[in-house]
């Protein structure tokens, strides 16, 4: 299983302590969305909200790359945090994330 996959899969199972057991202890993730960059106790108030959140949830996740050290995802996330489509990008150190970003994904019509 790669990276992505285990993070793919305690976050579907909502098991907050593995999704923070997938993170550095000095990990960012911005929200480019929001314009927000989060770490630390900011970072871990986010991801539990999002991970107990039970309309937070995740379909049509599929890699777009993914090696030992970056990965680019797309998946539609549904809830209060995204509400739509979403690329993320992961920077991974020793197979662990310490690099977010977040970035809704928007259709021109």
């Known amino acids: 299983m790669t990276n992505t996959e285990r993070l793919q899969h305690v976050w579907d199972a909502k ?3 593995g999704v923070f ?3 550095t ?3 960012v993730m911005k929200i480019h ?8 106790a900011s970072l871990r108030e986010e991801l539990t909200s999002m991970v107990e959140d039970e309309e937070t949830i995740s379909t049509e996740f599929r890699i777009i790359y993914e090696n030992d ?3 680019v995802t797309y998946e539609r996330i549904g ?3 995204f509400g739509g489509q979403v690329s993320i990008v ?3 150190r020793d197979g662990l994330i310490y690099h977010m970003e ?8």
Do not use: P
């Open 15 to 17: 098991d907050l302590a």
């Open 69 to 71: 050290e970056c990965s």
């Open 102 to 109: 977040v970035s809704n994904v928007t259709v021109a019509s």
């Open 33 to 40: 969305h929001e314009n927000k960059s989060l770490s630390g």
């Open 90 to 92: 992961q920077l991974w």
């Open 79 to 81: 809830g209060q945090f």
């Open 25 to 27: 202890d000095d990990a």
């Open 21 to 23: 057991a997938m993170f």
